[in-house]
């Protein structure tokens, strides 16, 4: 029990502090750059999303981290014992963040009461609105589709359908000019991303018909309020219907309205309570979960001195991230990639699941677009990703090559060979298929892959060790590959990239090998 004491009065502060100061700092953060003042006008999903996921890490990592130090287990991994606690703090922050975020979007939100759609321009800005009176026009709507793939795997396609109908002060309006003012209605499916796209295109259609017939009985008058649209996704597939009826750019002057038949009184339900409920649920694992871990005095001591511990795997990894030594080349590449999808988050481009369309804009391979003269997309494709999860992959599969592969060739050829394996794998992307667009690493990293498998047909492995490598790199590559026959991943690029790099890796090497004996 003395034990259990000095372990919480050494957490539960810091844990305490921190978790309510990253919970309540970023809500007046939203507040006040947000809300009070409209400083920042980023999309809602930023806030309400990825920041309850990624921003814990910070925190933790700066304060709470550190002091999991003291914790202890006799057998097995410490520092993955300390890294669950880390998860358990990650988790109760999240919670938390998550539903003080949508408490604030829904608490903060004013309701105005209009006579007429014109009125709103005569308010003050809000985020509800109910409308005395008002008609709509469903001769001039239109509507959008926004495809997009997700799951670890890209195993789902997903289908979002955005109607929009422009709001009318009353029924003997006619409509002159393009309005201002949109009903937008949306409708979602999800369907699996391994059929055939035979298949996909049929229940698209289907689902799409099944849309139709619902907006033409659509009762649009059967509402308690509106939201009106803020900076999201949503909002930003809203304009694109608008813009396929109208056959105009849509810009930030349209007001898309949005119904809402829950009674305002009950939008913000039981978040506020929930806030704390996560907390006392989370705080309750905790401190369960310390019961079993020892206790060091002697990391306590070090913690209190300020001393940094002789190994730190997070630091490791951290400097895996500058330029030097035997990753120099390595390090140059990750930081391209995480830079290119760095650019592409904060321009608009959805993190988890990016379109097509969006993927080729910034420079994915497609057949039609790059034997179209734009040749260039076998190399940007390279440095783009389609979404964080493939980002991460990438990022793994590359270092686990690295390793044998850069230090074995040197730096400038280990360029040489990521590029030309890369390229390969682009070409032999758009040869296989004639529609697909296809982004990533995989194509280059695949390259390393095949490079390190045809270099144990070389002495550049010691005899004794290449058993071991043979299969290790086998495994990977056949799990990959079998995967790959699944659907959504383009095995084309990995094979390309494979043979390519095989070969280029053996001539490299030999190259060098001739330089050495003077050749």
Known sequence: ????????????????????????????????????????????????????????????????????????????????????????????????????????????????????????????????????????????????????????????????????????????????????????????????NKISNEEKENKYQTFYNDCIEKMNKYKFHSLDHFERKPTSDDRQNFLKAIEARTKQTADDNFIVLEPIKEKFEDRNGNKFAWIFGSFGIGLGVLLFSLIWPGYSETEKKRFLSGKKPKQDDLVDMLNYLIPKGDHFATSIILDLNILVFLLMIFSGIHIISPNGIELLQWGANRRLETTGGEWWRLLTSMFLHGGIMHLFLNIYGLVIAAIFVEPLLGRKKYFILYLLSGLCGSLASIWWYPNTISVGASGAIFGLYGAILGLLLTNAFPKEGKKGIFMMIGIYVGINLLWGLTGGIDNAAHIGGLLSGAIIGIILYKLDDGEKNGI
């Open 1 to 192: 029990m003395e034990t259990y004491i000095l372990k919480l009065k050494h957490i539960l502060p810091t844990f305490l502090t921190v978790t309510f100061g990253t919970v309540f700092g970023l809500a007046f953060f939203r507040w006040l750059l947000c809300i009070q003042f409209s400083l920042l006008d980023i999309k809602e999903e930023i806030w309400v999303l990825w920041l309850p996921l990624i921003f814990p890490w910070i925190p933790i990592t700066l304060w709470l981290r550190q002091r999991f130090r003291v914790l202890t287990v006799k057998k097995g991994d410490t520092d993955k014992a300390r890294f669950f606690f880390q998860i358990i703090s990650w988790g109760v922050m999240t919670a938390m963040l998550f539903v003080s975020q949508a408490y604030l979007t829904t608490a903060t939100g004013k309701l105005k009461e209009l006579s007429t759609i014109s009125d709103i321009d005569k308010t003050e800005k809000a985020r509800y609105y109910k409308l005395t009176d008002f008609a709509v026009a469903p001769y001039f709507g239109g509507s959008y589709t926004d495809f997009r793939t997700s799951g670890k795997y890209n195993q789902y396609l997903n289908f979002d359908v955005y109607f929009v109908t422009p709001i009318l002060k009353d029924s003997t309006e006619i409509i002159k000019d393009i309005p201002k003012y949109w009903y937008g209605v949306k409708f979602k499916e999800q369907i699996s």
